[in-house]
């Protein structure tokens, strides 16, 4: 017997769309690519950090919501009928969506990063000799020849 609840009378995926940025409007009902097809709503739509908020309407996690990247839209299946947004609007969504995917660089400050790295070494020396102190060892890096034998 499973722990979760489940409708054993649910549609088939041929009364839904799949799951496309143009449906992320608040309101529209959808539902969870999940085994039990988890039904719930978009609840809100943040455009300017690409994500939404899925509302869970049925089973243990009633009530509850999750917080999503826009992209992950396409794990969900929506109402025949269902609101779509403007061209324009997922045009400015996937734009959005291409500027978070771009990866993020911070310069570190050279004397901050000395400071960082001084400390983690000073850190690394007390955990070694914690080890050692107690008559074991660090573990070994998967490369390491000796990674698979025992202590």
């Given at each position: 017997?499973?722990?979760?609840?489940?409708?054993?009378?649910?549609?088939?995926?041929?009364?839904?769309?799949?799951?496309?940025?143009?449906?992320?409007?608040?309101n529209?009902?959808c539902?969870?690519l999940?085994?039990?097809?988890?039904?719930?709503?978009?609840?809100?739509?943040?455009?300017?950090?690409?994500?939404?908020?899925?509302?869970?309407?049925?089973?243990?996690?009633?009530?509850?919501?999750?917080?999503?990247?826009?992209?992950?839209?396409?794990?969900?299946?929506?109402e025949?009928?269902?609101?779509?947004m403007?061209?324009?609007?997922?045009?400015?969504l996937?734009?959005?969506?291409?500027?978070?995917?771009?990866?993020?660089?911070?310069?570190?400050?050279?004397?901050?990063?000395?400071?960082?790295l001084?400390?983690?070494?000073?850190?690394?020396?007390?955990?070694?000799?914690?080890?050692?102190?107690?008559?074991?060892?660090?573990?070994?890096?998967?490369?390491?020849?000796?990674?698979?034998?025992?202590?």
């Amino acid at each position: 017997m499973s722990i979760h609840r489940k409708n054993t009378d649910t549609r088939t995926d041929d009364d839904f769309h799949k799951g496309h940025l143009q449906y992320l409007v608040e309101n529209n009902k959808c539902r969870l690519l999940d085994g039990r097809r988890t039904p719930g709503m978009i609840q809100k739509v943040d455009p300017l950090h690409a994500m939404f908020t899925f509302l869970i309407l049925d089973y243990e996690d009633k009530g509850k919501t999750w917080d999503l990247y826009a992209e992950q839209v396409t794990n969900f299946q929506f109402e025949r009928g269902s609101l779509s947004m403007s061209e324009s609007d997922i045009k400015a969504l996937e734009k959005q969506i291409e500027h978070f995917k771009k990866p993020l660089t911070i310069p570190a400050q050279e004397q901050a990063k000395k400071e960082s790295l001084k400390a983690i070494k000073n850190y690394q020396s007390k955990i070694q000799s914690y080890l050692k102190e107690r008559g074991l060892q660090k573990p070994y890096h998967k490369k390491h020849k000796n990674y698979n034998k025992p202590y």
